[in-house]
């Protein structure tokens, strides 16, 4: 199962030279062979009208909820949500909750994807496949069992506790700041070895063998020849991490306390907790402006590495 | 060999306690769990049982739906222009990948909490919801499978007199096998994990086990959520291995 997106197969065929004598781009063969008529048309139409209830019509009815006041249009939900107190400065804590993880995440996914590739030692392939497995665990449920390591009586903070013979067990960090990057890190660094690996994949590694026969160390190697071949997948999987770390609600449900307030976090809390759903929904399309965004660069830059011979 | 450790600290430990937890007798204060017992497991309640079967029904019915949903998509937007309806299709189907669940959630219940969509107050509005977050990754599976080696064998197919439709059943359909499979596998384990969107539209009574657990580990009784977090994991995993064994190993781009 790869992560890999749709290939654009037709716009990458039609960019192929003409140099190829004799060989007829697929993209002809599919057009001349798939019936142009009104059939292909109704049937896209009927899937748009599926589509549309199940993910259009709701964010509609999202941004204009969160535009609606007593009389008409009004931006008031938006200025209630900001101006709330308790989620004052939340953005804030978003971004820096969201540059610490994701920032770890992906430098320690580089340096294992790295690891693994360069470096395979025994086992490795074992882990990798775990690694893959790893992503389909619920998120909420890593962060729960950090609880029976890393809590305040948790293994680590026992051996600790014993060690240098504490009074208390020493570690309290986990309903905090500390732990929920830890969790996210914990979670989100294989998000980032699997990209990374598929794009060092793709390397020739004759090339990297060809440097080192002409005496490059292995620092200018890795950076004059693994990186810029290497850099769409990286780039790619450092984004997608900053992205789900961006959208992450159930690790901070689990870890986070009532100073730790993300935008998913106030978002859910205005809805359920306040019963608000205004200002929930000004809070959720802020939420979706930056989301969106962040998946649409994701997305021109896996599309680039697609392009450029995977 | 320090980083392999550094790698299995980090990530195979978690795991590992999820599964030793549960069967702990008593595991606060000490290093490993004092003695084992399976009385968590005995302990599991009717709304825990209840949650554990609202969950299965509406992993199945989310992995189906998005798989054939997802199939649907892919052999619609094949040979799609770059820009035009089926583009346009695809991002929206793409959509909910770049979405926070809650956001997602918190939209479908505006858009059908109240009269005359209401969906609020059956199971309905959760499968929903989880379908449309877990219909990229069904859709992804698919169209990545949608391979040109397929096109060759379609139009040998088709070149022989074959019509599209038994092109499509005799063909296609078969060498799609593997990545349904995979597809229903993958949405069945994303729907039992989900956490976000569920939380926020689920109508009462009809709590999935995310839900529960969470709700047991912010009251403190964390033994009895890995019990429970255990049989999920437990399922996913069978459900994985029944539905995606056998998986063809491609090299993979």
Known sequence: MSCSPVPERAAALRGSNPGNAGA?????????????N???????????????????????????LSCSGPNGFSLHAYQAFFANPETRGVIGTTLAILGASAGIASVLGVAIAALLFFKPFPGAPLLTRFLELFVAFPSFLVAFTLIFLYGSQGSFSIILQRLFHLEQPPLDFLFGTGGVILAEVIFYT????????????????????????????????????????AWPGIAAGTLLCFLLTLNEFGILLVLGNAHLVTLPVAIYASATVDLDLPTAAAGAVVMLVMSLSLYALYRRVSRQGTRHGR | MAAAALCVFLFVLPVVVVALSSVAQHWSGTVLPTGLSLRWFERLGGDDWDALTTSLEVGFAVALGGTALGLWLALSLEGRDRRGLGAAIDTLAMMPNGLPSVVLGLAVLIAYHKKPLDLSGSA??????????????????????????LQILREAAASLGASPARVLLRVVLPQLVPALRASVALGFALSLGELGATLTVYPPGFATVPIVVVGEVERGYYLPASALSLLLLGLSLLALCLIAARVPRRAKP
Request: glycine share 2%.
């Open chain 1, 24 to 36: 007829v781009p697929r993209s002809t063969i599919a057009q001349t062979a798939r019936p142009r």
């Open chain 1, 38 to 64: 009104w059939a292909v048309a109704a049937n896209l139409s009927v899937l748009l009208m599926v589509l549309v209830p199940l993910i259009l019509y709701p964010l509609i009815r999202l941004l204009m």
């Open chain 1, 190 to 229: 294989p998000f980032v070895v699997r990209p990374t690996l598929a794009s060092f994949a793709t390397l020739d590694l004759r090339l990297l063998e060809a440097a080192r026969s002409l005496g490059a160390g292995w620092m200018m190697v890795a950076r004059r020849v693994v990186l810029p071949i």
């Open chain 2, 124 to 149: 309905a509005i959760v499968m929903m919801v989880q379908l449309a977050l877990v219909l990229p990754f069904c859709y992804r599976c698919c169209a990545a499978a949608l391979r040109p080696e």
